[in-house]
T-cell receptor, first 113, second 113 residues
């Protein structure tokens, strides 16, 4: 049972453009939603995370938008750069249980110069 | 602080053998989680250990097991290896229940022939 669905599977954007990746979850007990970035040969690294008590969180060029009623959240990368080319994973976990992350399938982002 | 370290980084085994992977968490972190990453299934949670006790377990067969030592270092063991066990095995550590962020190691690439 896939509890976190991520789309698109791959994404190509031009340098300076906006990259948008979407995730939807099923379990209403989830209350922690991180986004991870992974480069080839490396482990995932936390980019930004959000909890359901806020609808948006911004850190630099990265923004999470959260829609609790729709059970959806998304990552926006503003002014996308070639160095942002990587695989992005959304994830979710239940309250007090952040040691068990349920991941989306991942999105491979390519930013063209 | 040094990051999460995993050894070995690469491993080649044959079907039927067993393997032990090691993970050293960030100093002071007491929670260690293990994940399996494959192109087909993505990132899947295996288990989490906290203070030497398994407190979460994913949907993997009993051939997959783990343990944690008093210094928080963790090992995972896979017995009777199958071709489908070929994957990148990632370890992540976090501080405790109040600390959300999981920090991932670079992973161990296991190939089963």
């Amino acid at each position: 049972q896939q509890q976190v669905k991520q789309s698109p599977q791959s994404l190509i954007v031009q340098k300076g453009g906006i990259s948008i990746i979407n995730c939807a979850y099923e379990n209403t007990a989830f209350d922690y939603f991180p986004w991870y970035q992974q480069f080839p040969g490396k482990g995932p690294a936390l980019l930004i995370a959000i909890r359901p008590d806020v609808s948006e969180k911004k850190e630099g060029r990265f923004t999470i938008s959260f829609n609790k009623s729709a059970k959806q959240f998304s990552l926006h990368i503003m002014d996308s750069q070639p160095g942002d080319s990587a695989t992005y994973f959304c994830a979710a976990s239940k309250e007090g249980n952040t040691g068990k992350l349920i991941f989306g399938q991942g999105t491979t982002l390519q930013v063209k110069p | 602080k040094a990051g999460v370290t995993q050894t070995p980084r690469y491993l080649i085994k044959t079907r039927g053998q067993q393997v032990t992977l090691s993970c050293s968490p960030i100093s002071g972190h007491r929670s260690v989680s293990w994940y399996q990453q494959t192109p087909g299934q993505g990132l899947q949670f295996l288990f989490e250990y906290f203070s030497e006790t398994q407190r979460n377990k994913g949907n993997f067969p009993g051939r997959f097991s783990g343990r944690q030592f008093s210094n928080s270092r963790s090992e995972m063991n896979v017995s009777t290896l199958e071709l489908g066990d070929s994957a990148l095995y990632l370890c992540a550590s976090s501080g405790d229940r109040g600390s959300d962020t999981q920090y991932f190691g670079p992973g161990t690439r296991l190939t089963v022939l």
